[in-house]
T-cell receptor
Framework: EPEVTQTPSHQVTQMGQEVILRCVPI?????FYWYRQILGQKVEFLVS????????KSEIFDDQFSVERPDGSNFTLKIRSTKLEDSAMYFC?????????FGSGTRLTVV | AQRVTQPEKLLSVFKGAPVELKCNYS??????LFWYVQYSRQRLQLLLR??SRESIKGFTADLNKGETSFHLKKPFAQEEDSAMYYC?????????????FGSGTQLTVLP
């Protein structure tokens, strides 16, 4: 069964540093999403991406965040200057029809 | 506001007992609802979607538009059902579709 792959599985970074979280969606899917889950809290929508542009973003997705699909396969989430409160599990999802397939997540720890 | 409510953060049942995980939604349009399961340290996995009316791992969920509910049920719980369960609603806005999650219910099935 096709999978969404996320790397790295765990990243530790210092506050103020930039991080890039990577996702390889399922190849024939057209819609891509990032979600995050702060420890002990619910899964929250960050951003959706379609046709090489952001289609919707949440209030969480401020100017510190950006997404791109640099080479037609990878789908990245960049946090420009990390804050302690960015520590969370970040999930990528790709979508075809009604099926959302999630990656296994990247646990980001900001120290 | 469009949202998903899972009133129980924690639910414990004994093996073999029936289990019901509650989900209520608020949405002005025609709802598309899902149940996702997250086993310990694993990715979010689709369990059920209301449009397919299928039964997976013995779980079923019926959409009740009158009560705006989509409760997840299983007649005989198994220990391997212990996991975090999320109810989710697709919110459509133009061409954008966003999966909104409830806060989740941690199910523990006791031996």
């Amino acid at each position: 069964e096709p999978e969404v792959t996320q790397t790295p599985s765990h990243q530790v970074t210092q506050m103020g540093q930039e991080v890039i979280l990577r996702c390889v969606p399922i190849s024939n899917h057209l819609y891509f999403y990032w979600y995050r889950q702060i420890l002990g809290q619910k899964v929250e929508f960050l951003v959706s991406f379609y046709n090489n542009e952001i289609s919707e973003k949440s209030e969480i997705f401020d100017d510190q965040f950006s997404v791109e699909r640099p080479d037609g396969s990878n789908f990245t989430l960049k946090i420009r200057s990390t804050k302690l409160e960015d520590s969370a599990m970040y999930f990528c999802a790709s979508v075809a029809n009604y099926g959302y397939t999630f990656g296994s997540g990247t646990r980001l720890t900001v120290v | 506001a469009q949202r998903v409510t899972q009133p129980e953060k924690l639910l414990s049942v004994f093996k073999g007992a029936p289990v019901e995980l509650k989900c209520n939604y608020s949405y002005s349009g025609s709802p598309e609802l899902f149940w996702y399961v997250q086993y310990s340290r694993q990715r979010l996995q689709l369990l059920l979607r209301h449009i397919s009316r299928e039964s997976i791992k013995g779980f079923t969920a019926d959409l009740n538009k009158g009560e705006t509910s989509f409760h997840l049920k299983k007649p005989f719980a198994q220990e391997e059902d212990s996991a975090m369960y999320y109810c989710a609603l697709v919110i459509s806005s133009g061409s954008a579709r966003q999966l909104t999650f409830g806060s989740g219910t941690q199910l523990t099935v006791l031996p």
